[in-house]
Structures are given as C-alpha cells and as structure tokens.
C-alpha cells in the first residue's frame, strides 16, 4: 500500500502520493497551511477513485469533473492531472516518456488513494 508523504516547503505545506515501492506517482501544489495541505490529501482520497479519463491526446470531448486528464507536454512527455468536482487540480503526474506508463501512473493513484498519511 501506498502512502501520502507530507512536508513543509519554505512556502508552506505540499503531499505527494507514494507507491507502494516509494515511487512518487503524483504530487500537491504548495499548500499555505497544514490545515490546507490535509485538505488536499482527502480529496484525492474522495475523487481519484471515481474520476473519469479526460484523454486530451485523443479526440475532443466533454468529460465531467472530478476527472483524471492525460495530455502530451511541450517536451513530448505524458503528463497527468487530477481534477476535483470544483474544476480545481489537485495532484499533477511527473512526466512519463510512454503513454500507457501514464495510463499505469493514473491507475496507480486510483489504487493508492486510500493510503494513509505521514508527516515528515
């Protein structure tokens, strides 16, 4: 099982999701407070297990929040981000040089959104 890691910047709070193996699979903006930051963290928990695949690599289309969505980065890299109901990202990917890595990527925070919460 996973685990969200959280830890304080020079500018405030911010998570990232591990694997089970340590691999960070998404990760926070930066959070003004601690308060904020585990607010994040449940909605996450609330909306990657039932967000729906926005692939904007492929054909247009309407996808309604929360929603996971896959795009292609000026570097040619795959990209992910999750969205809450509200519209607002929650968690961004790193970049991944395959497509269907990123596809595993979003499964894996899916699988790992019920992960507990450390505090380094």
Do not use: W
């Not at 304080?8 to 959070?31: M, R, W």
């Amino acid at each position: 099982m996973g685990k969200f890691v959280i830890r304080q910047t020079n500018t405030g709070y911010k998570f990232d999701l591990k694997a089970g193996n340590g691999e960070v699979i998404a990760t926070s903006e930066v959070y003004t407070t601690e308060a904020a930051c585990l607010k994040g963290v449940e909605s996450v928990k609330t909306n990657a297990p039932i967000a729906n695949l926005h692939d904007l690599t492929g054909e247009e289309m309407e996808v309604k929040h929360p929603k996971f969505e896959l795009y292609e980065d000026k570097a040619g890299e795959f990209r992910f981000r999750l969205k809450a109901r509200n519209g607002e990202v929650i968690a961004v990917s790193e970049g991944y040089k395959a497509k269907a890595s990123c596809e595993n990527g979003i499964a894996s925070v899916r699988k790992n959104a019920d992960s507990d919460i450390v505090k380094e």
